[in-house]
């Protein structure tokens, strides 16, 4: 399933609106904020369609998975966004996990636990809030979401540390980009452990947002509790920024409307399809990508330099101390 | 004390699901105590009209059974000490209530065991919480992330 769906529920009491572009949504945040009511007007209006007297406005269909039967029912829908409340405890299961990958349907996760077993991005994961000032003017409640997590750099940093999660590419890049250490965390699970274990006085961890989301509660939460000096930068992928730096020639549209590429049937996330489409538009060039180890063309002066411009000023190394 | 079991829980007394439990095993008397009446007040913004009729601001006169996840399951902690919880229903909204009620039954000389799969915020006042899973007490935010984190409870 590719594509980005505008969704709109409402009955004469409650209005909702979401966006939907990537296969996995998580929704959470304070309880009352309406969660389980969207729920149950989705699944209501399935039952008793505009008998319900329930509005759902969505170029898809929208349906609601619960605990019954859910693996038989799951692998029955096709093309559909599915909405799954935190009552369900299936979310968690590896055979969930497995179901989800190569499905062609986009799905909407109530749920405040982490889904250790699914990589989605840091950028989908929502909480719900009222427009009060509708209320007052139309009686009637308008929900909308909002990112929970904000993921841009707002804080000046030069690092003495660089934690990456992982040892690829983009590791070795970013020891080249930066004038002081760069470790990898060995996954993303372990980037907690090693902001925690580092007595560095500046850290500028850098993650696949993409398919952070799991970890990113446990580890913002522990730097607002610390008091480390650590910024988050949070793009898609490493891939990503190779692709937006202008190494090679990419269409605007699948850095801008991913969405309508990254099709859920072949990617359980856009760091995978961000990494297999620069594979693919790479082959048998001198820019050849491999994953695990950055080629002699992305170590250049100038491929560097194009990396560096597409960081936030931010945390922007200067130029003439990156190697 | 407030004891808080992190990550998964298995255990006969465990309620997964505390928004179904409640809505079969509320008694009416429940609805009608000052505690729970300020927590409705507090979580969903609704005046308790008797055991069986909320007056939401958004959704009108609802039944009992419509009350969020978050205030059923903290009526529960109050009322219904024979259960653990699955505190994951409440978001960060509920966490000084749960202080609350776990401070009230302490004056009873009892605990309020829970169990909670996210960090949720207790603020930044000092607490005393119990990580059940490791029988260490924290005492203030860092600590209690630090020690659930560290010990890879999550």
Same mark, same amino acid.
């Given at each position: 399933? /590719?594509? %980005? #769906?505008?969704?709109?529920?409402?009955?004469?009491?409650?209005? @909702?609106? *979401?966006?939907?572009?990537?296969?996995? =949504?998580?929704?959470?945040?304070?309880?009352?904020?309406?969660?389980?009511?969207?729920?149950?007007?989705?699944?209501?209006?399935?039952?008793?369609?505009?008998?319900?007297?329930?509005?759902?406005?969505?170029?898809?269909?929208?349906?609601?998975?619960?605990?019954?039967?859910?693996?038989?029912?799951?692998?029955?829908?096709?093309?559909?966004?599915?909405?799954?409340?935190?009552?369900?405890?299936?979310?968690?299961?590896?055979?969930?996990?497995?179901?989800?990958?190569?499905?062609?349907?986009?799905?909407?996760?109530?749920?405040?636990?982490?889904?250790?077993?699914?990589?989605?991005?840091?950028?989908?994961?929502?909480?719900?809030?009222?427009? /009060?000032? %509708? #209320?007052?003017?139309?009686?009637?409640?308008?929900?909308?979401? @909002?990112? *929970?997590?904000?993921?841009?750099?707002? =804080?000046?940093?030069?690092?003495?540390?660089?934690?990456?999660?992982?040892?690829?590419?983009?590791?070795?890049?970013?020891?080249?980009?930066?004038?002081?250490?760069?470790?990898?965390?060995?996954?993303?699970?372990?980037?907690?452990?090693?902001?925690?274990?580092?007595?560095?006085?500046?850290?500028?961890?850098?993650?696949?947002?993409?398919?952070?989301?799991?970890?990113?509660?446990?580890?913002?939460?522990?730097?607002?509790?610390?008091?480390?000096?650590?910024?988050?930068?949070?793009?898609?992928?490493?891939?990503?920024?190779?692709?937006?730096?202008?190494?090679?020639?990419?269409?605007?549209?699948?850095?801008?409307?991913?969405?309508?590429?990254?099709?859920?049937?072949?990617?359980?996330?856009?760091?995978?399809?961000?990494?297999?489409? *620069?594979?693919?538009?790479?082959?048998? =060039?001198?820019?050849?990508?491999?994953?695990?180890?950055?080629?002699?063309?992305?170590?250049?002066?100038?491929?560097?330099?194009?990396?560096?411009?597409?960081?936030?000023?931010?945390?922007?190394?200067?130029?003439?101390?990156?190697? | 004390?407030?004891?808080?079991?992190?990550?998964?829980?298995?255990?006969?007394?465990?309620?997964?699901?505390?928004?179904?439990?409640?809505?079969?095993?509320?008694?009416?008397?429940?609805?009608?105590?000052?505690?729970?009446?300020?927590?409705?007040?507090?979580?969903?913004?609704?005046?308790?009209?008797?055991?069986?009729?909320?007056?939401?601001?958004?959704?009108?006169?609802?039944?009992?059974?419509?009350?969020?996840?978050?205030?059923?399951?903290?009526?529960?902690?109050?009322?219904?000490?024979?259960?653990?919880?699955?505190?994951?229903?409440?978001?960060?909204?509920?966490?000084?209530?749960?202080?609350?009620?776990?401070?009230?039954?302490?004056?009873?000389?009892?605990?309020?065991?829970?169990?909670?799969?996210?960090?949720?915020?207790?603020?930044?006042?000092?607490?005393?919480?119990?990580?059940?899973?490791?029988?260490?007490?924290?005492?203030?935010?860092?600590?209690?992330?630090?020690?659930?984190?560290?010990?890879?409870?999550?």
């Amino acid at each position: 399933m /590719i594509g %980005k #769906y505008e969704i709109e529920i409402y009955n004469n009491r409650v209005h @909702y609106f *979401l966006t939907v572009r990537r296969n996995i =949504t998580i929704l959470q945040g304070n309880s009352a904020t309406g969660k389980t009511e969207l729920i149950r007007l989705i699944g209501e209006y399935e039952q008793n369609g505009v008998s319900s007297g329930i509005t759902v406005k969505c170029d898809v269909r929208c349906t609601v998975l619960t605990s019954v039967d859910w693996e038989l029912r799951l692998g029955a829908l096709k093309g559909s966004i599915v909405f799954i409340d935190e009552t369900a405890a299936f979310i968690k299961s590896k055979r969930f996990a497995e179901m989800v990958r190569g499905a062609d349907n986009y799905f909407v996760i109530v749920t405040r636990d982490d889904l250790n077993q699914l990589p989605y991005s840091v950028e989908e994961i929502y909480g719900l809030r009222t427009d /009060i000032s %509708k #209320y007052k003017r139309f009686r009637k409640v308008y929900n909308e979401i @909002y990112k *929970l997590y904000n993921t841009g750099v707002n =804080t000046q940093l030069k690092p003495d540390l660089v934690l990456t999660e992982d040892s690829n590419s983009g590791n070795q890049c970013f020891a080249q980009i930066y004038n002081c250490p760069c470790e990898p965390a060995g996954g993303k699970s372990q980037v907690y452990n090693k902001i925690r274990r580092s007595e560095n006085s500046s850290i500028l961890v850098i993650i696949d947002g993409a398919a952070f989301g799991s970890e990113m509660g446990k580890v913002s939460r522990y730097l607002l509790q610390s008091n480390k000096n650590c910024v988050l930068y949070a793009p898609e992928s490493f891939e990503y920024l190779i692709l937006k730096s202008g190494i090679i020639s990419v269409p605007d549209e699948v850095l801008q409307e991913t969405f309508m590429f990254a099709d859920s049937c072949r990617y359980l996330s856009w760091e995978e399809f961000y990494t297999s489409y *620069l594979i693919e538009s790479t082959a048998g =060039t001198i820019y050849k990508y491999n994953k695990s180890q950055l080629g002699e063309a992305y170590r250049t002066t100038g491929t560097i330099r194009k990396i560096i411009n597409v960081l936030p000023e931010q945390i922007r190394p200067d130029p003439e101390s990156a190697g | 004390m407030l004891k808080i079991h992190y990550g998964e829980l298995v255990s006969e007394k465990y309620i997964f699901n505390p928004d179904a439990f409640f809505n079969n095993t509320y008694e009416d008397d429940w609805i009608v105590d000052p505690l729970s009446i300020q927590m409705i007040k507090d979580i969903d913004g609704s005046e308790v009209v008797g055991p069986r009729a909320i007056d939401s601001p958004f959704l009108g006169l609802i039944p009992t059974e419509r009350l969020s996840g978050g205030v059923k399951t903290l009526i529960l902690m109050n009322k219904d000490q024979e259960h653990i919880f699955n505190a994951s229903a409440c978001g960060d909204n509920c966490a000084k209530w749960i202080l609350h009620i776990a401070r009230e039954l302490q004056n009873r000389r009892k605990d309020l065991l829970i169990r909670l799969g996210y960090l949720m915020d207790f603020g930044t006042e000092p607490f005393e919480i119990e990580v059940e899973n490791l029988g260490i007490i924290v005492h203030n935010g860092k600590e209690l992330v630090e020690t659930v984190l560290d010990n890879r409870l999550l």
